[in-house]
Nanobody
Framework: QLDLVESGGGLVQSGGSLRLSCAAS????????MGWHRQAPGMKRELVAE???????NYADSVKGRFNISRDSAKSTMYLQMYNLKPEDTAVYYC????????????WGQGTQVTVSS
């Protein structure tokens, strides 16, 4: 019903920038919330940022002022622009969507690795 494909990860030096993309296909008009989560080795998966269908955004305190989440006008692609990256941002970044088809469902992408070297 909904597929998510992330791209844009890679290796960057501390202080650098990256932009992640999450392309959605399927019931994109039923998406209520899209977000980025990350998981570092040995750590729990955590919310990085999310955006509602109305464009309301929410960020983890650790990325406020450095990351920006957005969606294109067709609402089929979500972005995470990351500035001033730090080594502690190193993690696998996952795209997540919550969509409604009679009930609420969630779908995760496969993840993309972001590595920030010091």
């Amino acid at each position: 019903q909904l597929d998510l494909v992330e791209s844009g990860g890679g290796l960057v030096q501390s202080g650098g920038s990256l932009r992640l993309s999450c392309a959605a296909s399927g019931v994109i008009l039923r998406i209520e919330v899209m977000g980025w989560h990350r998981q570092a080795p040995g750590m729990k998966r955590e919310l990085v940022a999310e955006i509602t269908r109305d464009g309301i955004t929410n960020y983890a305190d650790s990325v406020k002022g450095r990351f920006n989440i957005s969606r294109d006008s067709a609402k089929s692609t979500m972005y995470l622009q990351m500035y001033n990256l730090k080594p502690e941002d190193t993690a696998v970044y996952y795209c997540k969507a919550i969509f409604k088809v009679r009930s609420l469902f969630e779908r995760w992408g496969q993840g993309t690795q972001v590595t920030v070297s010091s």
